[in-house]
């Protein structure tokens, strides 16, 4: 059986959405829709557990993310309106924010994990041990070609 690019970039877009439409689905369910970007808060949390609290910038944030610096303020308008953030000025540089989670935000970290297990749970079921780890050998090295720069 012969693939072409082409099968191949629709199948990698088809799963793509599919896997974020399985999450958004399961994060309502969750009664966490209004988490629009699920991996930030996630994301914010590691970065609170510094000894200052201090969250990355938003550049770097962006760049995990790969979104746009504008997307990650977006996504942190929506996480302050809804209780999920609280931002403050950094003393050094009152152009930057702070941003800490807070008790609801520390909550929906948990429950977005939870959704993010349970996706992936869903979408590797049937795969034996060694397909899982073959899938992976095969992602890494999707990724090691995407990102040269990092083999390095």
């Excluded at 152009?95 to 869903?122: H, P, Q, Y």
Aim: aromatic share 4%; hydrophobic share 40%; glycine share 6%.
């Amino acid at each position: 059986m012969e693939v072409s690019f082409h099968e191949m970039e629709l199948l990698s877009r088809s799963l793509h959405q599919a896997h974020r439409a399985a999450i958004q689905s399961e994060l309502k369910a969750a009664g966490l829709g209004e988490v629009g970007h699920p991996m930030l808060v996630s994301i914010l949390q590691s970065a609170g557990e510094s000894p200052d609290g201090q969250c990355q910038a938003q550049r770097e944030l962006a760049d995990l993310l790969h979104i746009s610096p504008a997307a990650v303020a977006n996504s942190l308008k929506g996480l302050e309106r809804d209780g999920y953030i609280r931002r403050e000025p950094w003393q050094e540089d009152a152009r930057r924010n702070r941003v800490f989670l807070t008790k609801k935000g520390t909550a929906a970290v948990e429950g977005c994990r939870d959704v993010f297990r349970r996706v992936s749970a869903r979408m590797m079921d049937g795969f034996s041990l060694e397909e899982l780890a073959q899938l992976s050998r095969f992602q890494r090295r999707m990724l090691d070609n995407l990102n040269p720069h990092e083999k390095e």
